[in-house]
Nanobody, 126 residues
Framework: QVQLVESGGGLVQAGGSLRLSCAGSGRTFSSDAMGWFRQAPGQEREFVAAVSRGGGSQYYADSVKGRFTISKDNAKNTADLQMNSLKPEDTAVYYC???????????????????WGQGTQVTVSS
């Protein structure tokens, strides 16, 4: 059974940091691009960051650029999201996802991803 499991969410004050981890099992994700998305109550799921299958290219939403860093470790089958300078508007459930293949522009679209984790809550207090 293919699984992605997120961890590392929690409650943090504005300006603080959290590191989210995504662990894959059931298949190797070394050939897949990995992405992080988030969804706040009453809102649609939105793109946060993505990393190419080899880990050499990273892509970010404008709202997190300069504050978040995505990384991928193919040896460990993991993808992490380091979040610094957190803001209350970053509060959401964060999801890890894997995309088997496709053109670059599909990295930003949730529907293009093949596997999803269950999500982890991030709450930033003001």
């Amino acid at each position: 059974q293919v699984q992605l499991v997120e961890s590392g969410g929690g409650l943090v004050q504005a300006g603080g940091s959290l590191r989210l981890s995504c662990a894959g099992s059931g298949r190797t994700f070394s050939s897949d691009a990995m992405g992080w998305f988030r969804q706040a109550p009453g809102q649609e799921r939105e793109f946060v960051a993505a990393v190419s299958r080899g880990g050499g290219s990273q892509y970010y939403a404008d709202s997190v650029k300069g504050r978040f860093t995505i990384s991928k470790d193919n040896a460990k089958n993991t993808a992490d999201l380091q979040m610094n300078s957190l803001k209350p508007e970053d509060t959401a459930v964060y999801y890890c996802a894997a995309r088997i293949g496709g053109p670059l522009f599909t990295l930003f679209t949730p529907a293009e991803y093949n596997y999803w984790g269950q999500g982890t809550q991030v709450t930033v207090s003001s």
